[in-house]
């Protein structure tokens, strides 16, 4: 992980990694995602994480971010207002759209060269972008990938190539 991330980034980045390699471990596809809070205190506060459980419960839509928004439960528009969305792999347009809905003004990014989703659509909306290129990230989905290309193709709405 990059030393120049700050204390929030960190601890953010890590947790979505985290939950990226719990979730390859059962058997899903590793993408995490969680959601810190720069509360009043100045201290940064993890609301709720999750990874992509499409795999796991049999789910269309659970991806990365929509299963940490699930398990933050329900938050005043305020709260997301001050928080950041970390997510190891570029949000798809599904992801996006949830960000967008609730507004979160920062979302960081472990890595975008295995996917790259809905950036463009979400700076052009206001949000600061940052995608740290974190190895670790990289490397787990590049394995995944390798291991199983047709849930990862699944999971981005494609056909596998034959």
């Known amino acids: 992980m990059p030393a120049q991330l700050s204390e929030a980034d960190r601890l953010g980045l890590e947790t979505a ?3 990226a390699k719990r ?3 059962e058997g899903g596809i590793p993408i995490g995602s969680c959601l810190v809070h720069h509360g009043e205190s100045g201290k940064p506060k993890v609301l709720g994480k999750g990874c992509n459980m499409r795999v ?7 991806h ?7 398990n933050t439960g329900r938050l005043k528009a305020g709260v997301y207002r001050g928080s950041t969305i970390y997510t190891t792999l570029s949000p798809c347009i599904m992801c996006t759209g949830a960000i ?24 052009k909306n206001g949000v600061e ?10 490397e787990l989905m590049e394995r ?19």
């Open 17 to 19: 990694y985290l939950e």
């Open 23 to 25: 979730g390859y471990e």
């Open 56 to 62: 796991q419960k049999e789910s269309a839509t659970l």
């Open 64 to 70: 990365g971010e929509i299963s940490a928004l699930e």
């Open 100 to 123: 967008l809905l609730y507004r979160f003004p920062r979302v960081v990014i472990g890595e975008n060269r295995n996917y790259v989703g809905g950036e463009e659509l979400l700076k």
């Open 129 to 138: 972008v940052v995608v740290v290129d974190d190895e670790r990230c990289k």
């Open 144 to 162: 995944f990938i390798r291991e199983k290309p047709e849930i990862w193709y699944e999971d981005i709405g494609e056909e596998t190539p034959k």
